[in-house]
């Protein structure tokens, strides 16, 4: 996965503060592909979801720690921005360092990034977050989160591959 510039003055660390001392990090998982992040989210959810988008916060040292993963419906693109502006909130609140977008379903993805789905969508959560510094790591489309479902991204026609 690609990495992000952290925003300046938000130290992201592992471990969790209780009663002022510091606990060990949670066991880490480690996801080498963004196909493995995919076939998480269900897990992650406790349901595999249709027809959505799906937001893998991210933070901790280096962005390693994923620290929330939200839902919604994928909207008309009348309310693209009005969902855009609901999902900064609860990325702020768990103080994120950057984010990736899935895209499930609502469509047919074509051979290039320009012909999936919902890409106006995805360009105004992307500008949404931007605007708040949480950048996008990345920003992908599967039709379903099965095995073997192809899974392509936005913005490089080279990034494609298999849900494991």
């Known amino acids: 996965m690609s990495t992000a510039v952290v925003r300046p003055g938000r130290a992201c660390r592992f471990g969790r503060i209780v009663n002022g001392m510091t606990t060990s990090p949670r066991p880490r998982i480690t996801l080498h592909d963004p196909g493995e992040l995919i076939a998480a989210i269900p897990p992650l959810l406790g349901f595999r979801p249709v027809d959505s988008l799906v937001l893998a916060v991210f933070g901790g040292a280096g962005q390693a720690e994923l620290r929330l993963t ?5 909207p008309p693109p009348t309310l693209h921005n009005e969902l855009a502006n609901h999902l900064v909130n609860p990325l ?5 360092c950057a984010v990736t977008l899935v895209v499930v379903g609502g469509g047919v993805g074509g ?3 320009g ?17 708040v510094d949480v950048p996008v ?3 992908l489309w599967v039709d379903a989160i099965r095995t073997g479902a192809l899974w392509r991204c936005y913005d490089d026609a080279d990034c494609a591959g298999t849900v494991p």
């Open 137 to 139: 790591l990345h920003s």
């Open 92 to 96: 702020l609140r768990v103080d994120s």
């Open 70 to 74: 939200v839902r919604a419906d994928l």
């Open 111 to 113: 051979d290039s990034p």
């Open 115 to 131: 012909s999936l789905p919902h890409r106006e969508l995805v360009a105004v959560v992307e500008k949404v977050l931007n605007h």
